[in-house]
């Protein structure tokens, strides 16, 4: 059975940090891409960033320079380190795994991102 399990979501004022993690099973995790994706209240999903099996990573242009995107296949693990978090961050963060094969996505249960003061 294929799980993603996020975690590391919270309250944090604004500038400050979060890291989130998401822990894959049930999936050949090095040969997925894998990314996180965010949901505000009345706005569609959107990417956040992603990176490919390769190693290669991309962002959305509101977080370049402030979140960081990895993967520890050993640990079946990604992660999206947050900094400088804005208001505007707030939202549902959803961890993706993509089958680039299969075309076939999973994704996790979601973790609640707020940044407030």
């Known amino acids: 059975q294929v799980q993603l399990v996020e975690s590391g979501g919270g309250l944090v004022q604004p500038g400050g940090s979060l890291r989130l993690s998401c822990a894959a099973s049930?999936?050949?995790?090095?040969?997925?891409?894998m990314g996180w994706y965010r949901q505000a209240p009345g706005k569609q999903r959107e990417l956040v960033a992603a990176v490919t099996a390769g190693g290669n990573t991309n962002y959305a242009g509101s977080v370049k320079g402030r979140f960081t995107i990895s993967r520890d296949n050993a640990k079946n693990t990604v992660y999206l380190q947050m900094n400088s978090l804005k208001p505007e961050d707030t939202a549902v963060y959803y961890c993706?795994?993509?089958?680039?094969?299969?075309?076939?996505?999973?994704w996790g249960q979601g973790t609640q991102v707020t940044v407030s003061s």
């Open positions: 993706n795994a993509r089958n680039t094969i299969l075309l076939k996505d999973t």
């Open positions: 049930g999936i050949i995790f090095s040969g997925h891409t």
